[in-house]
């Protein structure tokens, strides 16, 4: 009985391990959408953002049901990411860090429309919520909020910059470095934190004590489970 729930704790580590990745297309036809803009993501699983859409300058910023198409404070922000090239679509990996309440977001780009009061915005862990009425919401503001967020944000986080191949570039005010393509498979956006440009006031150690916060949960609760066996 004990070796067998040993195992079974065992094997539940082992699923929690394994890497979950959800895909959200970014842009395309007619140009402000969020392809899936609902989406379940458990802790731990990373909603990985293409910005595929050609051409394309678009954001996936934290807001709130009460405000669908402001910033949260302390919510992330991917930063302004344009595109119009057929080669590799930049790549923006958010890990889920809660998933016990929805996750809002939307898009701040004013140009040539606003494009959260068009559509694009989506809700990550819905749960009891009600897409439509945020959407609703969403249609009816006169301005989008565009004040920078972090890349840490609330129940989710980002470890740096968007991966950027030829053909796209990245406008953030308060990083000074250029992002670069990663080598495949390299971690989840090691490009802005290795570049060293990245200002003081957009912290890569933030994300960095996040991610080890994490690990550290972790650890603690595979030990926890090892003091239970
Ligand atoms: C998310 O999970 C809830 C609860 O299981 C379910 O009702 C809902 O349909 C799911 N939503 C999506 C987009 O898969
Ligand atoms: C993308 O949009 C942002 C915000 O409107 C703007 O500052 C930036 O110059 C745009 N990038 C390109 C390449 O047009
Ligand atoms: C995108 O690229 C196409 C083909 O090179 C070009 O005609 C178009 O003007 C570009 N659009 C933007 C917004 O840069
Ligand atoms: C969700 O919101 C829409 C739009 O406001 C409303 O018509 C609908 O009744 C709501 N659904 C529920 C289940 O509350
Ligand atoms: C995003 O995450 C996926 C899945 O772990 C990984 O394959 C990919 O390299 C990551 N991309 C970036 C830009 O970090
Ligand atoms: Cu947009």
Not at 14 to 23: K, L, M, P
Not at 93 to 104: G, Q, S
Not at 182 to 206: F, L, Q
Request: charged share 5%.
């Amino acid at each position: 009985m004990r070796a067998a729930s040993a195992l079974l704790a065992l094997a539940s580590l082992g699923v929690v391990s394994a890497q979950q990745v959800v895909t959200v297309k970014v842009g395309g036809d007619p140009g402000t959408l969020y392809t899936p803009n609902n989406i379940n993501a458990s802790i731990g699983t990373i909603v990985s953002f293409e910005f595929s859409g050609i051409p394309g300058n678009h954001t996936v910023t934290q807001s709130s049901l009460a405000t669908p198409c402001e910033p949260l404070a302390g919510g992330f922000d991917s930063g302004w990411v344009f595109f119009n090239s057929s080669g590799p679509a930049p790549v923006w990996n958010l890990t889920i860090t809660d998933d016990t309440k929805p996750i809002w977001f939307y898009c701040k780009q004013l140009e040539p429309i606003l494009h959260c009061k068009n559509g694009m915005s989506g809700v990550i862990n819905l749960g009891q919520g009600n897409l439509s009425a945020f959407k609703a919401s969403a249609s009816a503001v006169s301005t989008v909020g565009e004040a920078e967020g972090a890349f840490v944000g609330i129940g989710a986080s980002a470890t740096g910059a968007p991966s950027l191949a030829p053909g796209a570039s990245y406008y953030n005010p308060s990083i000074s470095v250029t992002p670069t393509a990663p080598p495949a498979g390299s971690a989840t956006g090691s490009g802005a934190s290795g570049g060293g440009g990245a200002s003081p006031s957009k912290p890569p150690s933030s994300a960095l004590a996040t991610g080890a916060s994490i690990g550290f949960t972790f650890l603690a609760t595979a030990f926890g489970v090892a003091l239970v066996l």
